[in-house]
C-alpha cells in the first residue's frame, strides 16, 4: 500500500530565506513521486516529478527535490524564498493501479 | 489551450437535489479522476477511470456517481446532496495513470455549496 506524510502542516520563512517543505512515502514498490503547489481559489499545478533516472529532480520556478530511498523521503527545497511562493504544496505518491496518493498539504507563507 | 475544463465553477445547491459537475478535457488522456478538497485532509479520491467505458471508486465514493462514455468527458453526479458533499470537487486527467511517472494534470475546480 501507498501512503504520504508532509510532516508539516504550516510553513513559515522570511522572504530570500531558504524553503525546506518535508515528505515521507510508504510503498510496497519503486514509486512514481510528485510535488504540486496550489495557490488560492486555483487548481493543482506540477512543481516536479521523481524519475528513477536521478535523485535530485529539479522542477519550476527554482523547486527541486531530493529522493532518498534509505529515508523514504522526498522532500521540497527552494533556495530563496519569494512572496509569490506563499501557496499549499501537497506531495504526491502514485500507486500500481494507476491511482495517486496525497499528502495533507503544507501551507507556505512568505514574510516580507 | 489544453486542458481540463470544469463546470460550474460555484454552485450553491439546496439539500436533497441532484447535480452533476461537468469535467472535459481536451489531452486525450486515457485516466480521469475525480477528487474532493476539504481543510485539513488534502483530496481524496471519489472516483476514477483508467479509461473509456470503465470506472473504479475511490476513497470517499458513497453518494457519487460517475460514467466515462468516451475519452474527453467525465461527469460527476451527487444523486441527492447532503451538507457534508460541501467541498471544493477537482476533476484531473493522466495520460497512463500514474505509471511511468505520467503526472495529473487539473482542472480549476468547483466550489460546491449544499445548504
Known amino acids: 500500500a501507498q501512503s504520504v506524510t508532509q510532516l508539516d502542516s504550516h510553513v513559515s520563512v522570511s522572504e530570500g530565506t531558504p524553503v525546506l517543505l518535508r515528505c515521507n512515502y510508504s510503498?510496497?514498490?519503486?514509486?512514481?513521486l510528485f510535488w504540486y503547489v496550489q495557490h488560492p481559489n486555483k487548481g493543482l499545478q506540477l512543481l516536479l516529478k521523481?524519475?528513477?533516472?536521478?535523485?535530485l529532480v529539479k522542477g519550476i520556478n527554482g523547486f527541486e527535490a531530493e529522493f532518498k530511498k534509505s529515508e523514504t523521503s522526498f522532500h521540497l527545497t527552494k533556495p530563496s524564498a519569494h512572496m509569490s511562493d506563499a501557496a499549499e504544496y501537497f506531495c504526491?505518491?502514485?500507486?500500481?493501479?494507476?491511482?495517486?496518493?496525497f499528502g495533507t498539504g503544507t501551507s507556505l507563507t512568505v514574510i516580507p | 489551450i489544453a486542458g481540463i475544463t470544469q463546470a460550474p465553477t460555484s454552485q450553491i445547491l439546496a439539500a436533497g437535489r441532484r447535480m452533476t459537475l461537468r469535467c472535459t478535457q481536451d489531452?486525450?488522456?486515457?485516466?480521469m479522476y475525480w477528487y474532493r478538497q476539504d481543510l485539513g485532509l488534502g483530496l481524496r479520491l471519489i472516483h476514477y477511470?483508467?479509461?473509456?467505458?470503465?470506472?473504479g471508486k475511490g476513497e470517499v465514493p458513497d453518494g457519487y456517481s460517475v460514467s466515462r462514455a468516451n475519452t474527453d468527458d467525465f461527469p460527476l453526479t451527487l444523486a441527492s446532496a447532503v451538507p457534508s458533499q460541501t467541498s471544493v470537487y477537482f476533476c484531473?486527467?493522466?495520460?497512463?495513470?500514474?505509471?511511468?511517472?505520467?503526472?495529473?494534470?487539473f482542472g480549476n475546480g468547483t466550489r460546491l455549496t449544499v445548504t
Open positions: 484531473a486527467s493522466s495520460s497512463t495513470g500514474g505509471a511511468w511517472n505520467s503526472p495529473l494534470h
Open positions: 477511470s483508467n479509461t473509456a467505458g470503465t470506472t
Open positions: 510503498s510496497s514498490y519503486s514509486p512514481s
Open positions: 489531452m486525450r488522456h486515457n485516466a
Open positions: 521523481y524519475t528513477s533516472a536521478a535523485t
Open positions: 504526491v505518491v502514485s500507486g500500481s493501479a494507476g491511482q495517486f496518493y
